[in-house]
């Protein structure tokens, strides 16, 4: 948890309409007028979007694919992209970001005793910084 979240998490503000042990002019609290207690937001100001057709990736997939012979592979490598999404400024709310997994991809080899070109090899993973 970075700083900010350990900052944000330990400041809290509460509103009562009343003191429940006490009147203000014992308590000391000032009570806080319903309308500007609605007009008090929170957060920093950023929300996630996960609209659809706003990622900062949108997804791809492409997979291993015999040639139009059917005698090797098409394209040398398989390919999956995930769906990523970044902060937005707001009214009001927070966003947080982490590394999540953006790519993977690896190579086709051709292999016709098991249905022509497949993936095999090493998998490579690219993350990358976004919200969820």
């Known amino acids: 948890m970075d700083a900010k979240r350990i900052l944000l998490a330990g400041m809290v503000l509460v509103l009562a309409g009343a003191c429940a042990w006490a009147a203000p002019e014992v308590s000391g609290f000032?009570?806080?007028p319903?309308?500007?207690a609605?007009?008090?937001v929170g957060g920093d100001g950023y929300v996630?979007?996960?609209t659809l057709g706003h990622e900062i990736t949108p997804p791809e997939f492409?997979?291993?694919q015999n040639n139009w012979n059917?005698?090797?592979c098409l394209y040398g490598a398989w390919l999956i992209i995930?769906?990523?999404y970044g902060c937005v400024?707001?009214?009001?709310?927070d966003c947080y970001t982490d590394l999540y997994l953006h790519m993977e991809y690896g190579a086709c080899g051709w292999y016709p005793e098991s249905g022509g070109c497949i993936p095999y090899g090493e998998v490579t993973t690219i993350y990358v910084d976004a919200c969820a």
């Open 48 to 50: 996630c979007d996960t």
């Open 70 to 72: 059917g005698t090797g």
């Open 30 to 32: 000032t009570p806080v």
């Open 62 to 64: 492409l997979p291993c």
């Open 82 to 84: 995930y769906p990523r």
């Open 89 to 93: 400024p707001a009214e009001s709310g």
């Open 38 to 40: 609605a007009q008090i």
């Open 34 to 36: 319903e309308s500007d």
